[in-house]
């Protein structure tokens, strides 16, 4: 079966901007089965030859701080098991927050790579701003900016590299 990469994360940080350029339109089609909520979007895409399923989670989001890390944690556990490697997507203009520790302890845990996306990274000015998510613990992480476009290809070189 084809490798399978999970994007994880709090909402907000730029999820499924950053799936959505990963797989252009290569949207997968997955049939609902009844009496079970659906909060992942398959898809496909390719890099350097490489075939590769990819996850977005979250389509749920519940208000207040309680539901929010039991989202978070919900979908970090969910894409643990499915995933061959992990992007964590963080926010660079709300910087290292309370949820995204949470979320890297998951991951940690899981055993399973991982790589830090750095999202909201619009400008080079804002290149300082990833600076703080190496005290993730997951090594470099990359600069990302879903809206414009920049740093899909230095995330998936990543991501393959630890397939
Ligand atoms: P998700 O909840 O993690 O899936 O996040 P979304 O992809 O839905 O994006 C959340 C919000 O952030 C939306 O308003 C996006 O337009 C915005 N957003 C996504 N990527 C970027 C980015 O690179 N820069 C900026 N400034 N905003 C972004
Ligand atoms: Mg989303």
Do not use: C
């Not at 339109?25 to 992942?40: C, F, N, Q, S």
């Not at 390719?46 to 996850?55: D, L, P, Y």
């Not at 899981?110 to 000015?125: A, E, I, R």
């Amino acid at each position: 079966a084809r490798p399978v990469i999970a994007i994880v994360g709090r909402p907000n940080v730029g999820k499924s901007t950053i799936f959505n350029r990963i797989i252009g339109d290569r949207l997968a089609i997955v049939e609902d089965k009844p009496g079970i909520t659906r909060d992942r979007i398959y898809g496909s895409g390719e890099w350097n030859g490489i075939a590769f399923s990819v996850i977005d989670t979250g389509g749920i989001e519940i208000d207040g701080e309680d539901g929010l890390l039991r989202l978070v944690r919900a979908q970090a556990e969910l894409a643990i098991e499915e995933a061959d490697v992990i992007v964590f997507m963080v926010d660079a203009k709300a910087g290292l927050t309370n949820a995204d520790e949470e979320v890297a302890q998951i991951l940690f845990r899981s055993g399973k790579p991982v790589v830090v996306g750095v999202n909201k990274v619009d400008n080079l000015q804002r290149m300082d701003d990833i600076y703080e998510f190496y005290s993730l613990g997951f090594g470099d992480p990359v600069a990302l900016s879903g809206s414009h476009g920049i740093g899909i290809g230095d995330l998936l070189d990543a991501a393959v590299a630890k397939l």
